[in-house]
């Protein structure tokens, strides 16, 4: 990079601190998880219409993304917050602190945001409740093992390097793939079943 540019990327960082500090950084964390879960189920939304003639984006969808996500992100703010109190842990000399935070976060906080994603858009969507519970039902365990083929190792990393105030954001900058992966495993067409001998 040329010497002028690291004026600007440092005055990019410089402008970008407050909202990682005190009070703001609830919001960032709350707007860029809106954001992140709308932005996926934007690229969802793009493979499926060169996929499938004839469908259109649905702003719609991808609002209820946005409302979605953003509940989610006070939540994840405060559990960081949390789980930093009650197992302590920076770098590799607390590694088994950060393996049970790992733990924690995989059999707590994943199978409860799961559960969220489905109830919250079904009731978003004005599934009754008890069709969210089916929908959860049927797709939980393949959301769940996903889950634990991607996020364990993300989240080791998260709470080996990253500060805290950067750990949502982190995650978020990852949560675009995951997210297009949580739309496609919400919105995804059933497949035709397989015509039976003697039909």
Request: proline residues 7%; positive net charge; aromatic residues 14%.
């Amino acid at each position: 990079m040329a010497p002028g540019s690291w004026r600007w990327v440092r005055g990019v960082w410089a402008a970008g601190q407050p909202l990682f500090q005190g009070r703001a950084l609830l919001v960032t964390n709350t707007l860029g998880c809106g954001v992140l879960m709308a932005a996926g189920d934007g690229a969802r939304q793009a493979w499926e219409i060169r996929a499938r003639p004839g469908q259109t984006f649905s702003p719609q969808r991808s609002a209820r993304m946005f409302a979605v996500g953003c509940s989610m992100g006070p939540f994840l703010h405060y559990w960081y917050l949390w789980l930093d109190r009650v197992l302590p842990a920076a770098g590799l000399r607390s590694l088994p602190n950060v393996v049970r935070k790992v733990l924690v976060d995989q059999l707590v906080a994943s199978p409860l945001l799961g559960a969220w994603y489905f109830l919250g858009l079904g009731c978003l969507e004005g599934q009754t409740l008890n069709q969210s519970c089916q929908e959860l039902q049927d797709k939980f365990w393949e959301f769940y093992k996903a889950d634990w083929c991607v996020w364990p190792a993300a989240q080791l990393v998260n709470f080996l390097f990253v500060p805290p105030q950067f750990r949502v954001t982190y995650v978020n900058s990852l949560t675009l793939g995951w997210d297009t992966y949580l739309s496609y495993l919400k919105y995804r067409m059933p497949g035709t079943l397989a015509p039976q001998a003697g039909d």
